[in-house]
């Protein structure tokens, strides 16, 4: 009878498109260094470079006129962490991440940086137990769908530059941002920002763990009324 995880492996590899032939890559992979001495670090390197390379080719032929700096951003707004946790949330990766008991504790089954890696060492965790062209497909089928809905004028660029552009094709002045409060200790500071645009009359506020990632979490909301008012004028 097979063990609750068992099941999840198996529903994982599912979505996954993908079973292994030798499943203790598969195991490796899901490892964090936090849990054991052997652990994903080393796959997680190789999966980078394979990822990166089927998306490539993947982008590569599907958008045929973009340059290579467009191409270069359009392959980084997919690969990224934000991209690639999001990914591995999706296909349960998160309820079989191995987690040391301290990283359990402090709730690393849900970072984004844990998760992208390990999917990351996932992909190469296929190529170790087939080849290249067998993650290569499997990358492909989990993009294809995103590939489908992309925006590649504005994907990959950061809400601060979207809002950026957008004020400057109009014509008007740049946002101004403002650190409104700064709570908590020195490493676990949490900052809320405000993104000012007097020509829209739009006033948004976000936080973060830094300033920067607060400003973007304003940016991002201002963008979105911003782009409302713009098609309403």
Known sequence: MRTNRENKVNLFCNRLGYQFVRP?????????RSHSIVHNERMEFLGDSVLNCAVAAL????FHDLPEGRLSRLRAGMV????LSEMAMQLGLDQLIRLGEGEIRSGGDQRPSILADALEAVFGAIYLDSSFAQAETVIARLYTPVLETIDHSTHGKDPKTLLQELMQSQKLNLPAYTVVTTTGKAHQQKFRVECFIPEFNIRTFGEGSSRRSAEQAAAKKAYEIACVADSLS
């Open 24 to 32: 203790e890559l598969l195991h490796e992979a899901l490892t964090h």
């Open 59 to 62: 982008i590569y032929k599907k």
């Open 80 to 83: 990224n962490q934000k991209a």
